[in-house]
């Protein structure tokens, strides 16, 4: 008994498919085109299919070929370095990454939530202190403010600014403090 990909003709589905890859690079010969029409004649679902693929792979066939640039590759590298060269985004690295999470409007909830969290979590319990007072502590904890992408935007910048001096930056300035 035969199942539904192959039929009394005894081309199967993958031949069918393997003629719709050829038309799409070439005219098929007479003998590959009869063997498409059995099939549809068999398979009319298939039928819309095939005049789409074969209207579409004239139609590419028609098109004239575009001569490529004897510069091509010069070009394609000239983009390549142009792209190198061009300034990050404030979006590049864990920086941008952070900046773009605090712009949301509930993760500065969350970090506050997190920070009270771990602060409550770290604290050694002490039995004398009261809950009033503990809850006032919670409290001044929740009011502190949450750091805004403004503030984050010239990070790089100020973390260099508590980074060491190297040698070479000693020794301009002993130059510069001769003059």
């Known amino acids: 008994m035969m199942n539904g990909f192959e039929q009394l003709s005894g081309m199967k589905r993958n ?16 003998a590959e085109s009869a063997r498409v029409q059995t099939w549809l004649a068999e398979h009319p679902e298939d039928l819309a299919r ?7 792979s004239g ?17 394609v590298w ?8 061009a300034p990050r985004p404030l979006t590049a690295g864990w920086p941008g990454k952070l900046a773009a999470l605090l712009g949301k ?16 979590l770290q604290r050694p319990p002490v039995k004398d202190t009261p809950r009033s007072e503990f809850a006032d502590s919670l409290v001044a904890m929740s009011e502190l403010p949450v750091p805004t992408v403004e503030m984050l935007r010239d990070f790089d ?23």
Request: charged content about 25%.
């Open 15 to 30: 031949e069918f498919e393997k003629l719709v890859e050829i038309r799409q690079g070439r005219e098929l010969t007479g």
């Open 50 to 56: 095939w005049i789409e693929e074969d209207l579409l």
């Open 59 to 75: 139609a590419l066939a028609s098109l004239p070929d575009k001569p490529i640039a004897s510069n091509f590759t010069s070009q």
């Open 78 to 85: 000239q983009g390549i370095e142009q792209a190198e060269k």
């Open 105 to 120: 409007p509930g993760f500065a909830v969350g970090a506050a939530c997190a920070v009270v969290l771990v602060i409550v």
């Open 157 to 179: 910048a100020i973390n260099t600014l508590g980074q060491p001096m190297l040698s070479g930056d000693w020794e301009l300035l002993a130059v510069l403090e001769k003059e």
